[in-house]
């Protein structure tokens, strides 16, 4: 998993600590810079897709004890990531 994305996840863990959104969190990572940018782009989404899904394996059982809108935000991001493999 690389830098930015581990820094993604637990800037999502610390976000909803404070009560904000996950996409809050995911606007505030930075996207790392490319001579490619259309490439790169497509590279970052996919990570990004690939990092919420070890975040939702590493955390769901947690998130299945508390609110039901944030599992369904975990596990919508948890199909997608499925379907990214």
């Not at 863990?13 to 505030?28: C, F, H, M, S, Y």
Request: with cysteine; charged share 25%; proline share 4%.
């Amino acid at each position: 998993m690389c830098t930015s994305c581990c820094v993604l996840a637990l800037q999502i863990v610390a976000v909803v600590l404070l009560q904000a959104g996950q996409e809050d969190a995911i606007v505030r990572v930075p996207e790392p810079r490319s001579n490619r940018p259309d490439r790169h782009r497509r590279r970052w989404a996919r990570q990004l897709t690939l990092a919420l899904l070890g975040t939702v394996v590493q955390f769901g059982w947690e998130k299945a004890l508390g609110d039901d809108a944030e599992l369904g935000w975990w596990c919508d991001r948890a199909a997608e990531g499925l379907a990214a493999l």
